[in-house]
């Protein structure tokens, strides 16, 4: 699968465009500030990883070291705003699965932490599309007084971030299907093909290609 | 001979910098090659032509810092990890736009011979023809014939591979085995060709990637990451292929942080006597001396080096005369398309990633087809198995990661229009000397759009790929059509065009710029029209055939 389809996959996965990849103009005043992401912030996201992409027959998330990864993403790709909400929201991550489960995550079964996250989804699902909605009116707005701007002064519109789980997901989805282990253990990878073939017989079952 | 002294100049070495250098050392000619970036040398320097996606620390992607060095490139696709050192330094090399402008430029040896598409296709007899025939813009000097046997002499030495489908609207060549259509594409071409009666054909995209060995260069291993630099040199690329042919010759002098910064002329003989250059490194200037110069450093950096020379003659520049310098900016619209999913192929897959697709060539306003706008459009895009896309059930856990783990049920086939643009007077480039570059050189100003002919055009472009998948029995059909600024096809092409006449053309029909025979242009710049196919290999059999002609002239004397 290539890169590409692989960034639509997520898109489509989570709802969302996927942040710092080839499609998105994260537009925004830039920044190369970095945001605290704390070793125990790594590893709470290691365990949510882990808890989105498990460990079965084949490594998992956190195998993929996909807390780290996303450390990486958010302090370069992220713009300051999505960073914020990124943080502020791994942030209560803990406390809103105490709320539900009556647990902090780390604590949760693996049932709960999954009943969890899938009500995490529910919510970004919700807030996104509000968020949506009001950025459409807002971008209205944006474009009108952008339209009266020379070219050189527009400025692109800034979207209001996604909800931090989305952002979660989509790293974790990134980052394990483009990881070692995930492209090489849990789909198959072949870096020099050496030779095409259009019709290859498939068996239910088999893994797909990492690229 | 002075070590400033050369018999040639080419200035670029990039697609047809490179194929001037191998047909003018080739004939014996002391050349001189003329790079204002870097050396990137082949196979060593391609650095990140090995990685895998986990060796990159965004896994491909882009960062706020590149975002931020990078205001054109974050454009579109070009921006981003893997190929980044590739493209121009935007901080360094500045432009301006009037109107948007969407310009990638790739400033090293090799240029974007390194990062081209590598798709390969002939104009055909009616392209030649077709502005006498709209009474548009002026008439091509020469005809399809001119090119025809100089198409075979490029294909033959870069290695394309294609089928030959003997169609008027675009030409057979010089082929290798052509690379397979997968099963989804072999069924969607036989639907499609019968739902149309053959009137729309539906081929192997033709491209410079070889399907057998050639010279010292192996051949194709499907690994698609022809951009990053092939260390197989699998495909065309002046590093592949015309630099070491130069290079043996023992005739070629390649200089990279060579910028040129005019062509030097002198009014007494007509002539240019050669180039002014800055070392990018040391910012000291230089003289080099030659019979003949050859302008190739892209279509709009070649008007660049003419508009900055012998402005004491001509305050517009060198090649000035007709007022046609820097106008008639061309390039292809593109980004407007559609897909669908296709059921019944579950049980097959692809082995290798193939760097080429489909091709549908040009139809409308062809035979007997009449629209309400001029020329045409052809398709690009492909079929293949995705992964993942049914499975709303699952959210997290190992049923996502198990589905996540296998292709989709049903594969994805997609195409999207590349359009041909007219050639309007007013789309034009001119010298900026209120904004310098980093070495106090005027940059480029912007001045081109798209208009209603490209816009009709597109509505078809969009209708008519859902009418074929339709007809090919592609479900779940999306379309798009998104901003398609001018510069994005990265096919800019016009600013010194080619004609009959010294008052409305810059060059004459064997490339020399009227107000100097001795100075060609070969590259983009020297497009009349467009056409709708992907201009390179033109680009070099228009290079080969004029440095063929330079040299005959300068031995019978007239240069």
């Known amino acids: ?211 | 001979m002075a070590d400033n002294v050369y018999d040639a100049i080419v200035i670029g070495s990039g697609i047809s910098g490179g194929w001037a250098a191998k047909e003018l050392t080739e004939k014996g000619l002391k050349t001189l090659m003329l790079e204002r970036g870097r050396n990137i040398e082949h196979v060593k320097d391609y650095v990140n032509a090995g990685k895998e996606s986990w060796e990159f620390p965004h896994r491909g992607g882009r960062t706020q810092q590149m975002i931020e060095d990078y205001p054109v490139l974050k454009r579109d696709y070009p921006l981003n990890e893997v190929v980044l050192d590739y493209w121009v330094n935007e901080k360094e090399c500045p432009y301006t736009e009037t109107k948007r402008f969407d310009w990638y430029r790739g400033y090293h040896v090799g240029g974007r011979s390194l990062m081209w598409g590598r798709q390969s296709y002939r104009l055909n007899e009616n392209d030649f023809e077709a502005n006498l025939k709209d009474g548009i813009a002026v008439d091509w000097p020469i005809r399809y014939k001119d090119l025809a046997s100089w198409y075979s002499h490029v294909e033959k030495f870069i290695g394309v591979q294609g089928s030959r489908e003997n169609l008027a609207v675009l030409p057979d060549g010089e082929f290798m085995k052509a690379m397979e259509l997968n099963c989804v594409e072999k069924e969607v071409k036989k639907r499609i060709e019968a739902h149309y009666n053959d009137a729309r054909k539906m081929i192997i995209g033709r491209s410079a990637n070889i399907t057998e060995p050639l010279a010292s260069r192996t051949n194709c291993q499907y690994r698609n990451r022809c951009w990053r630099g092939c260390p197989f040199g699998a495909y065309f690329s002046t590093q592949s292929s015309t630099l070491p042919a130069a290079m043996k010759t023992g005739n070629l002098t390649l200089r990279p942080f060579s910028i040129v910064t005019r062509v030097l002329y002198d009014k007494d003989s007509k002539r240019a006597t050669g180039v002014e250059i800055i070392d990018a490194e040391t910012n000291k200037t230089y003289e080099y001396k030659a019979k003949i110069v050859f302008v190739c450093a892209s279509a709009l950096n070649s008007a660049w080096v003419l508009m900055n020379s012998a402005t004491d003659i001509w305050p517009e520049g060198l090649g000035s005369s007709s007022g046609e310098l820097g106008h008639n900016v061309m390039d292809h619209h593109l980004k407007v398309g559609a897909g669908g999913t296709i059921e019944g192929f579950s049980d097959k897959y692809e082995y290798g990633r193939r760097p080429t697709g489909i091709y549908i060539p040009r139809y409308r306003n062809w035979g007997s087809d009449k629209r309400d706008y001029i020329r045409g459009f052809g398709y690009q895009g492909g079929a293949n198995r995705g992964r993942g896309l049914d499975i709303a059930e699952a959210t997290v856990g190992s049923k996502l990661k198990e589905a996540l783990s296998v292709p989709a049920e049903n594969w994805g086939m997609g195409m999207m229009g590349f359009g041909e643009v007219l050639p309007y007077h007013d789309n034009k480039i001119t010298l900026n000397k209120n904004v310098k570059d980093k070495w106090g050189l005027p940059v480029l100003d912007m001045d081109v759009e798209l208009k209603e002919n490209e816009f009709r055009m597109r509505k078809d472009m969009k209708n008519d790929a859902v009418e074929m998948l339709e007809a090919a029995g592609v479900k779940n059909i999306y379309t798009y059509d998104d901003t398609s600024a001018p510069g994005m096809g990265i096919h800019e092409m016009g600013t010194a065009r080619m004609g009959h006449d010294p008052r409305t053309s810059v060059l004459n029909k064997h490339n020399q710029v009227w107000d100097a025979p001795n100075v060609f242009v070969t590259d983009g710049a020297c497009m009349t029209s467009g056409s709708c196919v992907n201009p390179s290999l033109t680009y070099m059999a228009m290079t080969a055939r004029a440095a063929d002609f330079a040299v005959s002239e300068l031995k019978k004397g007239n240069l």
């Open chain 1, 1 to 211: 699968m290539h890169r590409r389809e692989l960034i639509k996959m997520i898109g489509l996965l989570t709802g969302a465009a996927v942040i710092g990849t080839d499609f998105l103009l994260t537009g925004c005043k830039t920044s190369t500030s970095s945001v605290q992401i704390t070793p125990q912030m790594v590893a709470l996201l290691d365990e949510v990883g882990e808890t989105i992409i498990p460990a079965t027959s084949t490594p998992g998330a956190r195998a993929a070291k996909i807390g780290e990864f996303m450390k990486i993403m958010v302090n370069d790709c992220y713009s300051p705003s999505q960073q914020k909400a990124f943080t502020e929201g791994v942030s209560k991550l803990d406390d809103e699965c105490k709320t539900h489960t009556g647990k902090p995550f780390l604590e949760a079964s693996v049932a709960e932490r999954e009943k969890f996250l899938i009500h995490l989804e529910e919510e970004a699902k919700k807030k996104n599309a509000e968020n949506r909605e009001l950025d459409n009116q807002k971008r209205k707005d944006h474009d009108q007084t952008n339209s009266k701007r020379s070219l050189a002064e527009q400025k692109e519109f800034e979207a209001t971030p996604e909800h931090y789980y989305t952002m979660v997901k989509q790293l974790t989805l990134l980052g394990f299907f483009t990881s070692k282990t995930g492209m090489t253990e849990t789909l198959r990878h072949i870096p020099v093909p050496g030779r095409y073939d259009g019709e290859m017989a498939y068996n239910a079952g088999d893994r797909a290609w990492a690229e």
